[in-house]
């Protein structure tokens, strides 16, 4: 398949729950075989356009449109199997109940002889580096390999053109590296187009020959830079990183060190063995304590149980052996096992930021999804309306005030999760992968928000790929998988 060429004419498209655009009158044109590195900062509109040119932004009951968005000449929305995507969730790619067949799912749409898409399944895998059965359930994979196994699926396709959104997020640093060399390898192979969205854009500078910076005005989207990364990053380095992007040689701005040493227990595990499914025990046995005033840091590999870890110490699955306990200092009245407590007792007492924040997203708007967890604590609605102003303004998301959640960028969505999180002042939150989607101004206040919290006496869990993150929260590190 030839490779796809790529063009944006003046077009632009918006959710109508979101009340204002998210892309707009943006002029773009990719050739084909270009490697394109696309920037901005979180909610700028960069994962519109690549779903733009994915050709899946639906039609116009979802959204409006102006101008031309092109692939070959032809509209994107008719150009399917031309061109293959991976989103930034991974969750909404999943197809089908294995692995094997998820990965053919694209193959098989596409007419593919079944004895070649067997071939392709497999070497497409191999080149992502996902080690599991063809039969492995895809509900048991982790966020990481579900990462994998959604680009698996686009290898095996052999697109003209391949748009990846956040592909490497929530990978541990040899994942990163695998994920980055097998897009490598299938460009080599077919010649195909890249674009690729990234925060963190070291791994990929020396893959791509072009980065387009966007940014945001109030009426809409438009091309901040357009270049080769020297000519973008180098000349005009220091005005996109005061914009938000990530920049080489343009740290973020770093929190202060913690000011006391840690405090009390509130959290104990002893012997503590970790499942999501009874009787499969994934990771242990573990002897942890969580302390009032400090970061404790979950790392390790992709699949070895560093989320099934949190999501045990936050009392929302039971433990496989061993035991969890809450002390005295935590509990209040409650019995020892977090487990065991109702919903409410665990609002004030023990937060959690799942990995992927569709998963935990209830209302209609961001406004009142920061008030489901001080409404079910009865709070009166004056201290409901402080704290949820107080939240939108902190995180950056007082202009998505009224918009529907499921329309916020993936940024804009994490930041919206720990916001919700906060909102009920836990003593104890679990925060797993919390700095996913950030640009580097956000990710820096994030940063800041937890450091403060630490400060101010919460215990912090923090499961992260983000080595900057354990740095900057001078996090004291549980390996899993070690």
Known sequence: MDPAALDACGWGWRYATRLRWAVREIDLHIEPGERVLLLGASGSGKSTLLQGFGGVLGGADEGETHG??????????????????????????????????????????????????????????????????????????SGGQKQRLALAGVIAMRPGAILLDEPTANLDPEGVRDVRDAVAAALDATGATLVVIEHRIDVWLPLVDRVVVLGSEPDGTVVLADGSPDEVLGARGAELAASGVWVPGHPPAMPPAPALAPGEVLLEARGLTVSRSRGIPVAGPFDVDVRAGEVMGITGPNGAGKSTLGLTLAGLIPAESGHVAATAALRSGEGGDPFRWSSRALLTRISAVLQTPEHQLLAKTVREELAVGPRALRLDEAEIAVRTDELLERLRLSALAEANPYTLSGGEKRRLTVAAALATRPRTIVLDEPTFGQDATTWSELVAIIARLRDDGAAIVAISHDEAVLRALHARRIEVGA
């Open 68 to 141: 031309e968005l092109l692939v070959d000449g032809a509209p994107a929305a008719a150009s399917r199997g031309r061109v293959g995507m991976v989103l930034q969730d991974p969750d909404t790619q999943t197809m089908l109940a294995r692995v094997g067949d998820d990965v053919a799912f694209g193959c098989e749409n596409l007419g593919v002889p079944r004895d070649e898409i067997w071939t392709r399944v497999r070497e497409a895998m191999d080149a992502v580096e996902l080690r599991v059965p063809l039969d492995r359930s895809t509900a048991a994979l």
